[in-house]
């Protein structure tokens, strides 16, 4: 079993920047894809972005393309959600998780094994 450890949330104000971090335990996290989602107060968690195994592969929500950066570095056991020109409707709890396949895909079926969540706001 994998287990996660998000970090980098904090506060921030609109227009600026956050690096989030999800450190992975275990041997296997580079055989499949890494994921972000968030989840709003009263919203269902949505998804942000995802990744291959290898990291040649990305997938992003609408709402983020352009703004946020998924990595990965799989010597480190580590992804990574760089977020840029954040807004306030980006105010979320951040979620990392590991895919249940080598691909890249956004639907919240297609992960496992979550982390505990980082918290992000965004002050207007």
């Known amino acids: 079993q994998v287990q996660l450890v998000e970090s980098g949330g904090g506060l921030v104000q609109d227009g600026g920047s956050l690096r989030l971090s999800c450190a992975a335990s275990?041997?296997?996290?580079?055989?499949?894809?890494m994921g972000w989602f968030r989840q709003a107060p009263g919203k269902e968690r949505e998804f942000v972005a995802s990744?291959?195994?290898?990291?040649?592969?990305?997938y992003y929500g609408d709402s983020v393309k352009g703004r946020f950066t998924i990595s990965r570095d799989n010597a480190k056991n580590t992804v990574y959600l760089q977020m840029n020109s954040l807004k306030p409707e980006d105010t979320a709890v951040y979620y990392c998780?590991?895919?249940?396949?080598?691909?890249?895909?956004?639907?919240?079926?297609?992960?496992?094994?979550w982390g505990q969540g980082t918290q992000v706001t965004v002050s207007s």
């Open positions: 990744i291959s195994r290898s990291g040649g592969s990305t």
């Open positions: 275990g041997r296997t996290f580079s055989r499949y894809a």
């Open positions: 998780a590991v895919g249940v396949s080598p691909f890249a895909v956004s639907h919240i079926s297609g992960f496992a094994s």
